[in-house]
């Protein structure tokens, strides 16, 4: 069975750069067709799809994030990286890791989400 499991700090100051590292078990991130998620849910808000980077190593990302993220992966780690810059308190979410199959496009096994808040 595939699992995920977020890290990171709980706590940022505006202005820096928000990291989150996704260690995956039971799978490979360079397994066809799968694409590597990170979203996050704002408090009272619906969940936010920030962006991917497939098996390949290709990426994408959320239009209204895309200048601030980057994510990136270490292969032989098995874990992927979020990367998001200048972070403001708009930017208070829990995020979560997910597994996407890219030939459906729907999540089949997710992080239990990590607290990320943006304070100085």
């Known amino acids: 069975q595939v699992q995920l499991q977020e890290s990171g700090p709980g706590l940022v100051k505006p202005s820096q750069t928000l990291s989150l590292t996704c260690t995956v078990s039971?799978?490979?991130?360079?397994?066809?067709?799968?694409?590597w998620s990170w979203i996050r849910q704002s408090p009272g808000k619906g969940l936010q799809w920030i962006g991917y980077?497939?098996?390949?190593?290709?990426?994408s990302y959320s239009p209204s994030l895309k200048s601030r993220t980057s994510i990136s992966r270490d292969t032989s780690r098995n874990q992927f990286t979020l990367q998001l810059s200048s972070v403001t308190p708009e930017d208070t979410a829990v995020y979560y890791c997910?597994?996407?199959?890219?030939?459906?496009?729907?999540?089949?096994?997710w992080g239990q989400g990590t607290q990320v808040t943006v304070s100085s």
């Open positions: 997910a597994r996407v199959k890219g030939w459906a496009d729907e999540s089949d096994y």
């Open positions: 039971g799978g490979s991130i360079t397994t066809k067709y799968y694409y």
């Open positions: 980077i497939a098996y390949s190593g290709s990426t």
